[in-house]
T-cell receptor, first 111, second 114 residues
Framework: RKEVEQDPGPFNVPEGATVAFNCTYS??????FFWYRQDCRKEPKLLMS???SGNEDGRFTAQLNRASQYISLLIRDSKLSDSATYLC????????????FGAGTRLAVHP | GAGVSQSPSNKVTEKGKDVELRCDPI?????LYWYRQSLGQGLEFLIY????????KSGLPSDRFSAERTGGSVSTLTIQRTQQEDSAVYLC????????????FGQGTRLTVV
């Protein structure tokens, strides 16, 4: 079983739609959680950190459920520019912070 | 520099040749990661450095792959006797030490083995 699992998609949604991605992780001792965004043929960039209490940044909301070991990302009012691959990232505990990436979920927003 | 710098940006090499990929992390970042991404695939972890030591090199696919980091800064990933399946984008990232620190990626080196 992979340490971080995501639905690969693609999610094809119209502009203005609300879309949600989930990610599950296997290591209950994982400490920190992030969502990264990767555009085609580009490097990944941090979208937002995920805090235990949940956090929001404009149209984006991230939530963490430690009991069920999953993380979610909600995008409201989707824009064409949101089309990208969204990577779930978990830090692996054990004396140092190793970043474990999920394989990513592809989102395609169409007019 | 302002960000993570990788060189070369593109490398075409013949099967069986050795290649060296370079990563210059953000100044002051003690953690450095190498990942590999094949076309249409996710990021595959290769190796993690904390300072000059590599506490986790579990992702190196074979003994043809090695990496070092000197002075707590620049890192070099070496692939010996390259094979066609080594063709991928090799991404380097760096971060400060700490649980909630963001990792910044370089633009990657696109390696093509012909």
């Amino acid at each position: 079983r992979k340490e971080v699992e995501q639905d690969p998609g693609p999610f094809n949604v119209p502009e203005g739609a609300t879309v949600a991605f989930n990610c599950t992780y296997s290591n209950s001792a994982s400490q920190s959680f992030f969502w990264y965004r990767q555009d085609c043929r580009k490097e990944p960039k941090l979208l937002m950190s995920v805090y235990s209490s949940g956090n929001e940044d404009g149209r984006f909301t991230a939530q963490l459920n430690r009991a069920s070991q999953y993380i979610s990302l909600l995008i409201r009012d989707s824009k064409l520019s949101d089309s990208a691959t969204y990577l779930c990232v978990v830090t692996h505990s054990g004396g140092y912070n190793k970043l474990i990436f999920g394989a990513g979920t592809r989102l395609a927003v169409h007019p | 520099g302002a960000g993570v710098s990788q060189s070369p940006s593109n490398k075409v090499t013949e099967k069986g040749k050795d290649v060296e990929l370079r990563c210059d992390p953000i100044s002051g970042h003690t953690a450095l990661y190498w990942y590999r991404q094949s076309l249409g695939q996710g990021l595959e972890f290769l190796i993690y450095f904390q300072g000059n030591s590599a506490p986790d090199k579990s992702g190196l696919p074979s003994d043809r792959f090695s990496a070092e980091r000197t002075g707590g800064s620049v890192s070099t990933l070496t692939i010996q006797r390259t094979q066609q399946e080594d063709s991928a984008v090799y991404l380097c990232a760096s971060s400060q030490q700490g649980a909630r620190t963001e990792a910044f990626f370089g633009q990657g080196t696109r390696l093509t083995v012909v």
